[in-house]
């Protein structure tokens, strides 16, 4: 497609269960975020993937973040034994490369509620 | 870690009036970003602006970042229904070749027609 896609659009679940959440970015896209935007707030960094380079995980908030990057492309948030203060909008950002001249194109976002 | 303090959190205004939003931080960036986030959606970027003093003019927009680069704004003349929206400021914190993007906490626009 021609922009960030990510799946699933939203996603209710109970406390204590894990999710994935899916994103896709622009193709030929290098850099890869994952921002959390909880109400009220801005958003908050929470991973960063640049090609084949060890990903920078210091927005993480707990053990319970992980997330990977297959191939260079597709990327996958999952958050184990989910916690009501996890709901949130995940979103999900690429950029051509790594440098802050390129522009972030987001992703529409995965609604998460943990109930 | 370097903040960006938004002004006004909310915002509405009759449709035809001017309005202004500021982004203020203690820290320097080298360069600072607005975008505008629709319900349902990500944010979109409007502008980039890199160097202290740069005005920037889009339409109906127009951005400002401040001499000492430790703030911006955003005005908008004659808004229409359509600016309706969330509105983000975000730095870059660490200058050329850097990848992260501290972003505020946003502006509510309504626009009232």
């Known amino acids: 497609g021609a922009g960030v896609s990510q799946s699933p659009s939203n996603k209710v679940t109970e406390k204590g269960k894990d999710v994935e959440l899916r994103c896709d970015p622009i193709s030929g896209h290098t850099a890869l975020y994952w921002y959390r935007q909880s109400l009220g707030q801005g958003l908050e960094f929470l991973i960063y993937f640049q090609g084949n380079s060890a990903p920078d995980k210091s927005g993480l908030p707990s053990d319970r973040f992980s997330a990977e990057r297959t191939g260079g492309s597709v990327s996958t948030l999952t958050i184990q034994r989910t916690q009501q203060e996890d709901s949130a909008v995940y979103l999900c950002?690429?950029?051509?490369?790594?440098?802050?001249?390129?522009?972030?194109?987001f992703g529409p976002g995965t609604r998460l509620t943990v109930l | 870690t370097q903040l960006l303090e938004q002004s006004p959190q909310f915002l509405s205004i009759q449709e035809g009036e001017n309005l202004t939003v500021y982004c203020n931080s203690s820290s320097v960036f080298s360069s600072l970003q607005w975008y505008r986030q629709e319900p349902g959606e990500g944010p979109v970027l409007l502008v980039t602006?890199?160097?202290?003093?740069e005005v920037k003019k889009l339409k109906r927009l127009t951005f400002q970042f401040g001499d000492a680069r430790k703030d911006s704004s955003l005005h908008i003349t004659a808004a229409q229904p359509g600016d309706t929206g969330l509105y983000l400021c975000a730095g870059d914190e660490t200058g050329a070749g850097s990848y992260q993007l501290t972003f505020g906490k946003g502006t509510k626009l309504s626009v009232i027609p």
């Open positions: 950002a690429s950029r051509r490369q790594g440098s802050s001249t390129d522009t972030q194109y």
């Open positions: 602006v890199v160097t202290g003093g």
